[in-house]
């Protein structure tokens, strides 16, 4: 019940479309959702938060889409750009711990040219 | 603000001996959160120390360990290592609110066991 998953593994997208990664929960007690960039060789990124009272929040290119029935989650990365190659991991935290999040496995973005 | 600092980045040791990771949070957070992050289990929360006090704890065992001081600077310790535990140890820091979710990470310790 603590499991957060992920999908897809990888993507691939041309430069300018869009990447759409989804993140899926079980646990009711979650109530924060960040979503984090990781480069190799570097620790992962705060990128952009969302809580289960608002359904989207945007962020420059970066928007997260939260369905709180259907207890799915989602980035979306408009116009992407050869920069945005990473590892994307969702997270999710349970309501009065701040600090313990459960992770997703990950989603390997390549963005060509 | 300096970001979230960890020391050493590489470290190599053998199997059964022991190893301290160190993290020094951004000033001004008082929460430190430590993560392991390995190709076959990813990113998983080990524990979470708050005031110098552990506040949260993951399903790891109990050679994992680790203390906060009062500058809010924190260690881990893992006592008699196994192959297995060699991973990226993350730690990372926030205010420590509980509304104050927000976790920063620092670029990690690379730990490997021989």
């Known amino acids: 019940q603590q499991q957060v998953k992920q999908s897809p593994q990888s993507l691939i997208v041309q430069k300018g479309g869009i990447s759409i990664i989804n993140c899926a929960y079980e646990?009711?007690?979650?109530?924060?959702f960040p979503w984090y960039q990781q480069f190799p060789g570097k620790g992962p990124a705060l990128l952009i938060a969302?809580?289960?009272?608002?359904s989207e929040k945007k962020e420059g290119r970066f928007t997260i889409s939260f369905n709180k029935s259907a207890k799915q989650f989602s980035l979306h990365i408009m116009d992407s750009q050869p920069g945005d190659s990473a590892t994307y991991f969702c997270?999710?935290?349970?309501?009065?711990?701040?600090?313990?999040?459960?992770f997703g496995t990950g989603t390997r973005l390549q963005v060509t040219l | 603000k300096a970001g979230v600092t960890q020391t050493p980045r590489y470290l190599i040791k053998t199997r059964g001996q022991q190893v301290t990771l160190s993290c020094s949070p951004i000033?001004?957070?008082?929460?430190v959160s430590w993560y392991q992050q390995t190709p076959g289990q990813g990113l998983q929360f080990l524990f979470e120390?708050?005031?110098?006090?552990?506040?949260n704890k993951g399903n790891f065992p109990g050679r994992f360990s680790g203390r906060q001081f009062s500058n809010s600077r924190s260690e881990m310790n893992v006592s008699t290592l196994e192959l297995g535990d060699s991973a990226l140890y993350l730690c990372?820091?926030?205010?420590?609110?509980?509304?104050?979710?927000?976790?920063?990470f620092g670029p990690g310790t690379r730990l490997t066991v021989t």
């Open positions: 990372a820091s926030s205010l420590g609110g509980l509304q104050n979710y927000e976790q920063y």
């Open positions: 646990n009711t007690a979650f109530d924060y």
């Open positions: 969302i809580r289960p009272d608002v």
């Open positions: 997270a999710a935290g349970p309501t009065g711990t701040a600090s313990k999040l459960t």
């Open positions: 000033s001004g957070h008082r929460s």
């Open positions: 120390y708050f005031s110098e006090t552990q506040r």
